[in-house]
């Protein structure tokens, strides 16, 4: 019977001498190991035994050193795992013991794993390899002692909570900006600084109490990424910084003022809302012949109501009618552009909002398949093979956000940092989706855009 070492469950990370899932490293057969995916890495377990047999494969003691050159790197595994929050101190020492354990049974047996000699017979050990509980127990004893000095340690990292109402997936190029801009005053995630994510999925409903989870561990900061996560960080603590990406701050009730914000909060204030009429004006330049353009909102967003007061006004000075499509969820998003058929619009206006953000995909998708022109927000959706995008750039806002938690980190006080505005704007257009659409773009849009998809 194999048995877990001190129950505990390794996360799925690699380490030199393969990737710990579970214990699938437990279950290997002779001569073969776990890696990533549970599968298994075969290798000739000692040198000799490679040259006796001609075996191509490269030894054990080849591929991942000495003892201690393989124990030093799991030491440095465990303590990258300890900074990330994927494992607790304690099963962090734990972690070292059993690992170093496994190395050097590995070496040495036809078949390998920690266990105890009176679980039963497991037929991994040649006579004398076996560990006695005794032995087990004792080094484990030990593992925990020195588990106190690493919870020491990792109280001296801080923790910086990423609290998001969209997917982690779309938003890799965001966090990748975000840790960009954390790096630029010093800090590097896994290293120096922890940081420990929360995503919504478009629930936003689920933000309270994400917001709550990370002010009860006492995060030293939290970035959220648009108005909803942002209200919810402020509604759930008055004194861990909070640092914002959204769309208006001061109409949000985020802050009083930009220049001086006050309190615990601050951040970037995108300006998004303002666009609204320019990228209605953009779409009616694009699609002259549109003389029904639908308005897609959410009507979860706290900012809907402006949006669609906004948007309606502007329509009204173009002698354009508005038809307004709501869509709060992935279905109702279906729904909406199985409506514009019967709604005759000869145009869609996608509204600010970071759950149109995280289904870009399926926005853009459902453009192509209903042949519907459509404005977008933000570059990613033409990149993505939107027809047109006008907007501020989400990843130089994100690395701003990250140059400001950095600062917090360093001791700067959120209400000494004016919030930003960005100062340039990213108008692109898609030629391919375009041409696609059967659409010409007037030379007027080719001479202002930024960039020009081909």
Sequence with gaps: MVVEVASIRFPPIAVPLGTYSG?????????????????????????????????????????????????????????????????????????????????????????????????????????????????????????????????????????????????????????????????????????????????????YDRLPGLAADLVGRKVDVILTGGTPSALAAKSATSTIPVVFIVGDAVAAGLVPSLARPGGNLTGVSMLTFELMPKRLELLSELVPQAVVIALLVNPNSPAAERIMRDVQEAARAKGVQLHILKAGTEGEIDAAFASLVQLQAGALLVGTDPFFNSRREQLVALASRHAVPANYEWREFAAAGGLISYGPSLRANNRQVGIYVGKILKGAKPADLPVQQPTTFELVVNLNTAKALGLTVPPSILARADEVIE
């Design 23 to 203: 214990w699938n490293v437990h279950r290997a057969q002779p001569g073969e190991l776990a890696d990533r995916d549970g599968s298994l890495i075969p290798f000739a377990r000692t040198k000799e035994e490679r040259d006796a047999t001609g075996d191509p494969r490269p030894s054990l003691e080849e591929r991942y050193g000495t003892h201690e050159t393989y124990v030093a790197k799991v030491e440095a595994a465990a303590a990258a795992l300890v900074a990330e929050r994927l494992l607790l101190p304690p099963d962090a020492a734990a972690y070292i013991a059993a690992g170093a354990c496994l190395r050097s049974l590995l070496i040495k047996s036809d078949r390998a794993v920690c266990t105890l000699e009176d679980q039963g017979e497991t037929g991994y050990f040649r006579r004398g390899d076996r560990m006695r509980r005794r032995e087990v127990m004792l080094l484990l004893g030990g593992a925990m002692a020195a588990a106190r000095a690493l919870r020491a340690q990792q109280k001296a990292i801080p923790v910086i909570g990423y609290l998001s109402s969209e997917s982690p997936g779309p938003s890799a190029p965001l966090v990748a900006a975000f840790h960009q801009g954390l790096s630029e005053t010093g800090y590097v995630g896994g290293q120096n600084v922890a940081i420990e994510y929360r995503w919504a999925e478009g629930s």
